[in-house]
């Protein structure tokens, strides 16, 4: 009985499937199939296992590629998907901000001031939050109310 070079469990004739590599070293066939993801070679040797032996696992390394494929296509949808809802928000919130500069522009303060209101949840550390504070202070410095400026 031989171990496998892989797992370093046993193989038992007639039992396990298992392959030898061109210098006789023995590997079941499952963990053969893992192991040419990696690597057409001996893992103890490193001789290239025979276009005979690699042919048999042809199928599952396709099916292994086409699903590595498959995760990394998805990968980048999520991340394209994610990369277009920030552009959509920061495109959405320019909008915001240039209806209040028209509210300013026709001196609609108060209702101005109300719809920045609604935008108060954003921190000072952010960005968003830095210029609906810049706009509240315009706002408040046209009204001549400086302290609030």
Request: net charge negative; proline share 4%.
């Amino acid at each position: 009985m031989a171990n496998c070079i892989i797992c370093h469990l046993g193989i038992i004739d007639g039992l396990d499937e298992f392959e030898l590599c061109p210098n006789g070293h023995p590997v079941h066939s499952e963990c053969l199939k893992e192991w040419l993801i990696h690597s057409s070679t001996c893992p103890l040797c490193q001789e290239k296992y025979p276009e005979s032996i690699i042919a048999k696992f042809e199928s599952f390394l396709e099916e292994r590629k086409e699903t590595q494929k498959n995760l990394y296509e998805n990968e980048l949808k999520r991340e394209s998907t994610k990369k277009i809802e920030v552009v959509a928000d920061q495109v959405a919130f320019l909008k915001f901000v240039e209806v209040i500069e028209e509210l300013i522009r026709i001196e609609e303060f108060e209702y101005a001031l109300s719809r920045l209101e609604m935008y108060d949840d954003f921190p000072i550390t952010n960005p968003k939050g830095q210029q609906i504070l810049f706009l509240k202070g315009k706002i408040n410095y046209l009204q001549g109310r400086y302290d609030l400026a």
